[in-house]
């Protein structure tokens, strides 16, 4: 759990930084992901962080908040009820959003990595919720990297965010109400910081040869939908390896269609 949890608030520490040198006016800039703007994302990044440590320590004020959110995504969507419930904004909403995710990395460190914690749907395990934390803040922050023209540098505590999509292999159908064409695809993957990292059963991919090379990075972004799988550097071979990138998704909601090849990228910023 306290690798899990140190994963988070580094994740955390280097969008972190990412903000602290943005602009006044790249604060309000559309960026590629939906056209929500820094302010926006941080917004819906502090009110998930705030509502995944609400189901820890207080479940039934979670519970209440989850209601709400229900019922607004139902009549407003999802972003009035996040913009009403975290009213901070600007450099006031990164103390308090930095605040919270160092406050929250020091409580969730010492738990149990099995205790149960109510969520959306079924409940899980809290490493699996400060993992999905750890996804969200990487896969926003994309959107505000790309903007500024700025290339991240990941370690391998990406690992999680890998680890999750190959867990999310099976859910990427579930939530298309199809059944996954075969077993998951072999995975070869080299880490930023140099290993190889293996995921699926060799023998159950013999014959069909499907395989996915490449960087964690790439594999990552494209569970993630941060980028087309084209866009990637990712080699797919075989048509099950194929369709799973076609449609990859780690997170939770309904099903999302991957952004369009070309359309998410790290903007040219003119000197």
């Known amino acids: 759990m306290q690798q899990t949890v140190e994963a988070f608030a580094h994740e955390c520490e280097s969008l972190d930084l990412l903000y602290s040198g943005l602009s006044k006016a790249d604060w309000q800039q559309p960026t590629l992901f939906r056209q929500w703007t820094p302010e926006d994302i941080l917004i819906h990044l502090h009110f998930w962080n705030y509502a995944a440590d609400l189901s820890l320590q207080q479940p039934a004020e979670f519970e209440s908040l989850f209601a709400t959110v229900a019922n607004g995504m139902k009549t407003e969507g999802m972003r009035p009820v996040e ?136 594999f990552a972004q494209t569970v993630t939908q941060t980028r087309n799988v084209a866009d990637t550097d990712l080699k797919v071979n075989g048509p099950v390896a194929l369709d799973w990138m076609s449609k990859a998704q780690c997170f939770a909601g309904a099903a999302t269609t991957p952004p369009v090849a070309g359309s998410r990228f790290i903007r040219v910023v003119k000197s």
């Open 83 to 218: 913009n009403r419930t975290i009213t901070e904004r600007g450099t006031d909403l990164l103390d308090v959003w930095r605040s919270h995710y160092r406050t929250m990395a020091e409580h969730w460190a010492p738990l149990d990595a099995r205790l149960r914690v109510k969520w959306a749907g079924p409940d899980m395990s809290v490493r699996s919720s400060i993992t999905a934390r750890q996804m969200e803040t990487w896969a926003h922050g994309q959107a505000v990297f790309d903007l500024v023209g700025q290339q991240r540098e990941d370690t391998d505590r990406i690992k999680n965010i890998v680890v999750l999509g190959v867990n999310t292999y099976g859910w990427t159908y579930q939530v298309r109400k199809l059944q996954p064409p075969g077993p998951m695809p072999l995975l070869r993957l080299t880490s930023p910081e140099g290993n190889l990292w293996q995921y699926g059963d060799s023998e159950a991919n013999a014959d069909s040869e499907n395989l996915i090379e490449g960087s964690a990075v790439g």
